[in-house]
Antibody
Framework: EVQLVESGGGLVQPGGSLRLSCAAS????????MSWVRQAPGKGLEWVSI???????YNADSVKGRFSISRDNSKNTLYLQMNSLRAEDTAVYYC?????????WGQGTRVTVSS | DIQMTQSPSTLSASVGDRVTITCRPS??????LAWYQQKPGKAPKLLIY???SLESGVPSRFSGSGSGTEFTLTISGLQPDDFATYYC?????????FGQGTKVEIK
């Protein structure tokens, strides 16, 4: 069964940095487009970032210049480097991917930005 | 960005009811529309992809229809496990956007 497993979340102070990881199994990260989506407490879903199989990346305006998506093909893992974190970045972060015509999601990792 | 207008925001229903949720994108997305169910503290669970394809393992009482700028999710015979929040999502563009959610409550 295809699985995406996020890790790296935690408590960080405003202005700090964190790197999230998304490890894939029975699924090749570099063959598919991969995204990060977040959900703030009590709120809806917000797309954050995408990396295509060819390597092109795009970010939501709310994180542009602060977040960076990347992947390590040898580790079959997706990353989200988050810098200059703000209180409003507090959320559960999910990795997700196109999978044929369908989509696959991980279970999420929680990020809390607070002093 | 494609705006997704989902309605209603809240729906009160009883076990056994037929329930319909609507999602209207601000522009045509062909049939690149997914529906999710989410329960508190859990990740969204994919129910329907490409507007009408049932995800493996999802009960057949869930169905999706529509194309272009109007889509519906129907639950035929609401079960106790179905009380949750439902979201639509377009993946026609890389900038995925989501409906604001429909909370299905017990009447």
């Amino acid at each position: 069964e295809v699985q995406l497993v996020e890790s790296g979340g935690g408590l960080v102070q405003p202005g700090g940095s964190l790197r999230l990881s998304c490890a894939a199994s029975r699924f090749t990260v570099s063959d598919n487009y991969m995204s990060w989506v977040r959900q703030a407490p009590g709120k809806g879903l917000e797309w954050v970032s995408i990396i295509y199989s060819g390597g092109s990346t795009y970010n939501a305006d709310s994180v542009k210049g602060r977040f960076s998506i990347s992947r390590d093909n040898s580790k079959n893992t997706l990353y989200l480097q988050m810098n200059s974190l703000r209180a409003e970045d507090t959320a559960v972060y999910y990795c997700a991917s196109g999978f044929g015509d369908s989509l696959k999601w991980g279970q999420g990792t929680r990020v809390t930005v607070s002093s | 960005d494609i705006q997704m207008t989902q309605s209603p925001s809240t729906l009160s229903a009883s076990v056994g009811d037929r329930v319909t949720i609507t999602c209207r994108p601000s522009q045509s997305i062909s049939n690149w529309l997914a529906w999710y169910q989410q329960k508190p503290g859990k990740a969204p669970k994919l129910l329907i992809y490409k507007a009408s394809s049932l995800e493996s393992g999802v009960p057949s009482r869930f169905s999706g229809s529509g194309s272009g700028t109007e889509f519906t999710l129907t639950i035929s015979g609401l079960q106790p496990d179905d009380f949750a929040t439902y979201y639509c999502q377009q993946y026609h563009t890389y900038l995925w956007t989501f409906g604001q959610g429909t909370k299905v409550e017990i009447k």
